[in-house]
């Protein structure tokens, strides 16, 4: 690093500056993301929503008159189509928002490591800055597999079908 006065101080500003716009241009990107999803998610729910009062409507005009399926459930053979895909799009969207916490995080992290980057005096405090950096990063990569690998599999526990009972 150059000394505080003159480049070095230019260049540590510069970098700050730098730090601070992508940043903020993060911020943005984050804010415009999460209103796209939630504006995904309702019109998927409106749509869904729509679709089960269609087939619930068409089911009940083509019902026999014993009424449903073999265990009392709507649908063939009791198998409720609807019910599978809102427990499926549950359990994908718990997945997507594990996995965008996670680099919601990373993403963070980072750019507080590069803002400190630029705040290092000299070699030696920049060099124990990407050192602290990569630690706690590789730290928090590992507990964030684990987060995910659990959630995932308790999701695909949830959907799995139930297994019949054995005589």
Not at 10 to 37: C, D, H
Request: aromatic share 6%; net charge negative.
């Amino acid at each position: 690093m150059a000394s505080e006065d003159g480049t070095g101080a230019r260049s540590r500003r510069l970098a700050e500056s730098g730090v601070a716009r992508a940043r903020e241009a993060y911020e943005a990107y984050a804010e415009a993301g999460e209103r796209v999803v939630n504006a995904f998610e309702a019109s998927a729910a409106q749509t869904l929503s729509g679709m089960r009062t269609f087939a619930e409507s068409a089911r009940s005009a083509m019902r026999p008159a014993s009424g449903s399926a073999p265990d009392g459930r709507p649908g063939a053979h009791g198998y409720d189509a609807f019910e599978a895909a809102t427990r499926t799009w549950a359990g994908m969207r718990e997945i997507a928002q594990a996995m965008l916490i996670a680099s919601d995080t990373n993403v963070r992290a980072t750019l507080d490591c590069a803002e400190n980057l630029a705040r290092a005096e000299d070699p030696s405090a920049f060099v124990a800055v990407q050192a602290r950096f990569f630690k706690e990063q590789s730290a928090r990569l590992t507990q964030q597999m684990i987060d995910l690998q659990q959630t995932t599999d308790r999701v695909a526990r949830d959907l799995a079908p139930a297994k019949p009972d054995a005589p």
